[in-house]
């Protein structure tokens, strides 16, 4: 079936560094794929998305893009703060829609 | 524009009662889903509801069940409370059909706890 599956966390930073969370799928067609951050105590919030293979989803600095032959979503951003520490979660939605699937989550902090 | 709002934010119960959980969905979207997340997990999909009507369920027993209203909003409900029912409970909105893989957009969650 399909599934998502995440780099382990927790992930420490420091300020200003470059962040890198590897994301890949299994899915057959062609499913949409998000990452959602989850902030302590909140729900999710979407970050960014892609619909179809080499879309770059792009939002508040962070990056993603669509790569079906890699099977890959991986989330960058060039110089993090302390307001991104939080959880993100990678997920993707069918070729038939419906449901999100959602990896395990990536904690992420990062210290000023 | 309101976005998706849940309540209660959090709910103690003790094993073998019931509970319901409420979601009001974002306004001009037809289609709830909802998702349980255990602690420090990713979110589980429980089903999901389009015009009035079950349109998809995850691998969740019988003792989980739903409500679609006109007005869109929604109510999970769970009987026969268990211990591993302790999680919290998300609900997302979204506009058109689900075969169209609109974006989902999550409300705040109730955390429930099952003493």
């Known amino acids: 079936g399909d599934s998502v599956t995440q780099m382990e966390g927790p992930v420490t930073l420091s300020e200003e560094a470059f962040l890198t969370i590897n994301c890949t799928y299994t899915?057959?067609?062609?499913?949409?794929l998000f990452w959602y951050v989850q902030y302590p105590g909140e729900g999710l919030q979407l970050l960014l998305k892609?619909?179809?293979?080499?879309d770059k989803g792009s939002n508040k600095g962070f990056e993603a893009t669509y790569r079906k032959e890699t099977t890959s979503f991986h989330l960058e951003k060039g110089s993090v703060q302390v307001s991104d520490s939080a959880v993100y979660f990678c997920?993707?939605?069918?070729?038939?829609?419906?449901?999100?699937?959602f990896g395990q989550g990536t904690e992420l902090s990062v210290k000023p | 524009e309101t976005g998706v709002t849940q309540s209660p934010t959090h709910l103690i119960k003790t094993r073998g009662q019931q509970v319901t959980l409420r979601c009001s969905s974002q306004?001009?979207?037809?289609?709830v889903s909802w998702y349980q997340q255990a602690l420090g997990q990713g979110p589980q999909f429980i089903f999901q509801y389009y015009r009035e009507e079950e349109n998809g369920r995850g691998n969740f027993p019988p003792r989980f069940s739903g409500l679609q209203f006109p007005n869109y909003s929604s109510e999970l409900n769970v009987n026969a409370l268990e211990l591993d029912d302790s999680a919290l409970y998300l609900c997302?909105?979204?506009?058109?059909?689900?075969?169209?893989?609109?974006?989902?957009?999550f409300g705040p969650g109730t955390r429930l706890l099952v003493l």
């Open positions: 892609a619909t179809k293979a080499d």
């Open positions: 997302a909105s979204s506009g058109g059909p689900p075969g169209t893989k609109e974006t989902q957009y």
């Open positions: 306004s001009g979207h037809n289609t």
């Open positions: 899915a057959t067609g062609y499913p949409s």
């Open positions: 997920a993707l939605s069918p070729n038939q829609g419906g449901k999100l699937i």
